[in-house]
């Protein structure tokens, strides 16, 4: 199975919410490279008015994700 990663931007909203392989960057002074499975989904930010991406970490930056969920 090939999984292709795209870069991750504010703008990106998955097509089906789910189980997603993405690429992070910690925030602490390491700066380590991690490559996790997590739960991405859509939710509606009142302040920009229009849905956006949710993606649950914490402590890190996400730079790149995969073009479809995991299955």
Sequence with gaps: MEIK?????EDFLPEVEGKYLVRT???GRMKRVQYIDVRVTKTFNNKKQKEVCSIDVQNQIVTHISEKPLS
């Design 5 to 9: 990663l795209i870069p991750f931007t």
């Design 25 to 27: 960057v910690s925030t």
